[in-house]
């Protein structure tokens, strides 16, 4: 992918439990760590009445599907949509963030309020109970991006609403059977630009800045 010019790691540590010290060695061991490295579009000034700059950062929603498609469990989700906290936003939210993940997760929060937090600006780390991976052999594990403004040539601001280019999935698969195990993502296709659905486009065609929203991405499943 695109080298982005904010160099930052973002980690998010997911542990699977953590009640008890007779528990931690099976925390460390269903913990999914989430690591993000930001790319030149992650962080951007965007000019608000005119003269004043508010930095825009990006929408995200990270979670696990069974191979054939059964929803999981969230592994982490920014506030805006885990808790439903966008500024000046309809009483329906905005579906058109992160589409793919607010209808693939069911009604509700289903457990995101659980592992939402703020889009961090710099590099930080992030620790949340999520439901345990006992169980689970292969899956597949999503990360849905979007950033609002984000307008090009074929998202324009009278054709796409807030955002511009819709939402980037990126995709990769887990084998838990194997204990400790690291994997990249790779862009797989695009959300519904409307909302109106969680439709994922297989590719990128139209797509331009809002695939260097993120640099690079993996999820590591185990220990540290």
């Not at 609403?161 to 690291?182: F, H, M």
């Amino acid at each position: 992918m695109i080298k982005g010019s904010i160099r930052g790691v973002i980690v998010f540590a997911l542990l699977g439990a953590s009640m008890a010290s007779a528990q931690s060695s099976q925390a460390a061991r269903d913990a999914f760590t989430l690591v993000v490295n930001p790319g030149p579009q992650y962080r951007v000034l965007k000019t608000l009445f005119w003269f004043i700059k508010i930095p825009a950062y990006p929408q995200m929603a990270c979670w696990i599907e069974t191979e054939d498609g059964k929803y999981v469990q969230a592994v982490y989700v920014t506030a805006g949509e885990g808790k439903n906290r966008y500024s000046f936003a309809p009483r329906n939210g905005r579906p058109e963030a992160l589409p793919a993940w607010s209808h693939r997760k069911g009604p509700g929060t289903n457990g995101a309020d659980a592992v939402s937090g703020a889009t961090p600006a710099a590099a930080s780390e992030r620790t949340a109970s999520v439901a345990p991976a006992a169980g689970l052999h292969r899956v597949v594990v999503f990360l849905e991006v979007n950033r609002a403004f984000d307008y090009n040539e074929r998202y324009t601001r009278s054709n796409s609403g807030v955002n511009g280019q819709p939402s980037v999935i990126y995709k990769t698969e887990l084998d838990l059977s194997k204990g400790p195990v690291r994997s990249r993502f790779v862009p797989y296709g695009t959300g519904a630009v409307d909302g109106s659905d969680g439709s994922i486009t297989p590719g990128s065609e139209g797509i331009t800045t809002a695939l260097t929203i993120v640099d690079s991405v993996e999820i590591v499943f185990g220990p540290k």
